[in-house]
């Protein structure tokens, strides 16, 4: 039977918004997980203070009711919820289809708790291309040129101004791919998050939800 992937993405955001505690810092992700995440917090009526790490969330979220605030003076968030592209069985994350990757590293590495929400067709046994990439424009020729495998997308501009692409080749190891990606100049940010950033995967299967906790 084919799964419901909508109605998965409701459950496991109905899950995560239940996680969310009055008084709270909580940061917001990007995506269509989070887009059903913004409203079922919204209904609970809570008093807390959201970061946003898009405009889509950013103007959803007060759509909804919720206070969001510039990511700009806050030092920690309490709790951080976002979706992914992809989860291994270690707790490796792809993430970023969106182009927001940047922003959700920031706020995820905020956060005392950062709690990943995804319907059944996320988990993978192996990590695969695409890996959404952030480039500075500055010295763009050359660091294409240091990233074999990286393409720019068609509508390249994140909301910061930098440059959006995705490394099409074979991942391999996600770690040793994580750390040659971060050594090349001019790479902003890459889409691979590692497990220990994670401390929740919450993955929705029919109508139940699974908690992976990672080590």
């Given at each position: 039977?084919?799964?419901d ?70 030092e ?38 950062f709690v990943?929400?995804v ?6 046994p ?13 010295g763009?020729a ?74």
């Amino acid at each position: 039977m084919t799964p419901d992937i909508g109605a998965e993405k409701r459950f496991v955001a109905r899950a995560a918004a239940a996680l969310v505690e009055d008084g709270m810092y909580v940061g917001l992700g990007t995506g269509t997980t989070v887009a059903e995440l913004v409203p079922a917090l919204g209904s609970r009526g809570l008093a807390i203070t959201c970061a946003a790490t898009s405009p889509a969330t950013e103007a959803l979220a007060r759509a909804n009711g919720l206070d969001v605030r510039p990511f700009t003076d806050i030092e920690r968030l309490d709790l951080a919820i976002d979706g992914a592209d992809q989860v291994d069985p270690a707790g490796w994350l792809v993430k970023g289809g969106g182009g927001a990757q940047t922003r959700e590293r920031i706020v995820a590495a905020a956060a005392d708790r950062f709690v990943v929400i995804v319907s059944s067709d996320k988990p993978v046994p192996r990590l695969h291309a695409p890996v959404p990439l952030e480039l500075l424009a500055f010295g763009l020729a050359a660091t294409l040129h240091a990233l074999p495998g990286a393409v720019l997308r068609d509508a390249p501009l994140t909301p910061d101004g930098g440059v959006l692409a995705d490394y099409l080749a074979e991942i391999g190891d996600p770690p040793l791919l994580s750390e040659r990606l971060d050594a090349v100049p001019g790479l902003v940010s890459h889409g691979l998050f590692p497990p220990s950033m994670v401390s929740t995967v919450l993955i929705a299967r029919g109508a139940e939800v699974e908690a992976r906790q990672i080590p």
